[in-house]
Structures are given as C-alpha cells and as structure tokens.
T-cell receptor
Framework: KQEVTQIPAALSVPEGENLVLNCSFT??????LQWFRQDPGKGLTSLLL?????REQTSGRLNASLDKSSGRSTLYIAASQPGDSATYLC??????????????FGKGTLLTVNP | KAGVTQTPRYLIKTRGQQVTLSCSPI?????VSWYQQTPGQGLQFLFE???????NKGNFPGRFSGRQFSNSRSEMNVSTLELGDSALYLC???????????FGQGTRLTVV
C-alpha cells in the first residue's frame, strides 16, 4: 500500500527566503507525482506534474524534482512571497509502475511567509 | 475555459439523511475522481470513473456510491449520513487518469 509523507508539517519563513518542501513515498514504482497548493477552505490548485520518466519540472519560481529510486520529491520555492502562504500537498499515482486511477496524498506542509 | 464545477458548495444535513453531490468536469475530460478531506485523515480517495465505468474504489463503506453520466458529469451519493461524514468533498477531472488532475472548489458537508 502506497504511503506518502511530507516533512515538515509546518514551516514559517521571512519573505524573500528560498525554501524546500519534502515528500517521500513508500513504493517507488509510481506513475507520476503532482504538487498542489490549497488555500484555507478551498479546493486544490495544481502546481506541477512530474511523470515517472522525468527528473524535474519548473514553473516560474517553483521547481519540483523527483528521485524515484529513493522515493523522494522536493518542491523548491524561490524568493518566497506572502501570497505563497498555503498548504502544499504532494500526491502520487500508481504503485507498480502503472496508474491505479487514484492519487495518494501526503498530509501536507503548511507554509507561512511573513512580510 | 471553465474549471471543475461542484454543486452545492455548502450543505447541512441531519444524521440519517442522504445527500447527492454533483461534479461537472472540465470540457473534454473523461476521468472524474472523488476525494474526502477531513482534518484527521487528510485527503482520501473515494472512487474514479472513466466513460461511465468505475475503475477504482477507495476503502469506504457501501453508503458511499457514485456514478458518471455520458457527458462525463458525475454524482456521488452518501446514504444514512453519520456525524463522521462531515468533510470537504473534492472532485477532480483529467483527460484520462495519469495526466494532470484539476480539482473543483469542493462541497462542504456538515452532518448535525
């Protein structure tokens, strides 16, 4: 059974700082990995999708990397801003190399960027 | 391009009642998934549909059911509501599973 862990559970940083959020998963034979952000009481916003054959994806100030062999992904946020404050969720699809038609989520990292 | 639309946004129901939630996926998307989010358990997978066929189901009791229509719109139903069913129910759509998933704003269900 696939399990996803995110560390740290909460992070508070001053504006402008670069930061890294971590995600680990128990079964390395994933199909893809997706990072989301969630604002309080709202739905999830997709940030980045990394297919199993890829090592990283970039979008603006965000960079996500994937190391399947070690079962780890990191989300790097450059020059953080107060508007980045949200919960960041990591989710994986698949546990034996193919899609199993569902995402397994971590519990998230609550990020607070202080002005 | 319209996003994933979930209705209603908020619901208050009494224990023992049943409820139906609706999800309209992004136009052209054929895969629709449902998730339950609670503070204690986080996001948990309920079920996934593709072309009206359920392809996977999470570990929830039979009181939770769903279906997908020919236009890809989906509904989920919860019968005999319990207090513990209070949660944010999220729907996601994608062209097909394994591709980027897009989520709706969710339906906040409160059971009293």
């Amino acid at each position: 059974k696939q399990e996803v862990t995110q560390i740290p559970a909460a992070l508070s940083v001053p504006e402008g700082e670069n930061l890294v959020l971590n995600c680990s998963f128990t079964d390395s034979a994933i199909y893809n990995l997706q990072w989301f952000r969630q604002d309080p009481g709202k739905g999830l916003t997709s940030l980045l999708l990394i297919q199993s054959s890829q090592r990283e994806q970039t979008s603006g100030r965000l960079n996500a990397s994937l190391d399947k062999s070690s079962g780890r992904s990191t989300l790097y946020i450059a020059a953080s801003q107060p508007g980045d404050s949200a919960t960041y969720l990591c989710a994986v699809d698949g546990e034996s190399g193919g899609s199993n038609y569902k995402l397994t989520f971590g519990k998230g990292t609550l990020l607070t960027v202080n002005p | 391009k319209a996003g994933v639309t979930q209705t209603p946004r908020y619901l208050i129901k009494t224990r023992g009642q049943q409820v139906t939630l609706s999800c309209s996926p992004i136009s052209g998307h054929r895969s629709v998934s449902w998730y339950q989010q609670t503070p204690g358990q986080g996001l948990q997978f309920l079920f996934e549909y593709f072309s009206e066929t359920q392809r996977n189901k999470g570990n929830f009791p039979g009181r939770f059911s769903g279906r997908q229509f020919s236009n890809s719109r989906s509904e989920m139903n919860v019968s005999t509501l319990e207090l513990g069913d209070s949660a944010l129910y999220l729907c996601a759509s994608s062209l097909w599973q394994g591709i980027e998933a897009f989520f709706g704003q969710g339906t906040r269900l409160t059971v009293v």
